[in-house]
Nanobody, 126 residues
Framework: QVQLVESGGGLVQAGGSLRLSCAAS????????MAWFRQAPGKERMFVAA????????RYADSVKGRFTFSRDNAENTVYLQMDSLQPEDTAVYYC???????????????????WGQGTQVTVSS
């Protein structure tokens, strides 16, 4: 039903910025709760940021709060993760995820999400 396609990953220097995009098809983002997760080498997939289905609430992992910003463009049916002040610890494959449940708050649990993108690599050099 829903396809998610990430883009925007790449190689950046520490302190630099990068914006990831996640384009959704099959369902409007106005009816989807969406999130970003990341998985570093040898580690489990970890929560990064999420947005409530109605776009009124966002939440962030402590490690990225103040540096990353989750936004949504309804006309483009796309969500974005603006990443500033990037550090080598941010190096990971970043995944876009979505679910259709109208939960009261954004979920940080990967098991809550039904739809997943293919992932995009972000590498931050020191």
């Amino acid at each position: 039903q829903v396809q998610l396609v990430e883009s925007g990953g790449g190689l950046v220097q520490a302190g630099g910025s990068l914006r990831l995009s996640c384009a959704a098809s099959g369902r409007s983002v106005t009816n989807l709760a969406m999130a970003w997760f990341r998985q570093a080498p040898g580690k489990e997939r970890m929560f990064v940021a999420a947005i409530k289905w109605d776009g009124t609430m966002t939440r962030y992992a402590d490690s990225v709060k103040g540096r990353f910003t989750f936004s949504r463009d309804n006309a483009e049916n796309t969500v974005y993760l603006q990443m500033d002040s990037l550090q080598p610890e941010d190096t990971a494959v970043y995944y876009c995820a979505a679910h259709w449940r109208r939960l009261t708050t954004p979920s940080a649990r990967p098991g809550e999400y039904i739809y997943w993108g293919q992932g995009t690599q972000v590498t931050v050099s020191s």
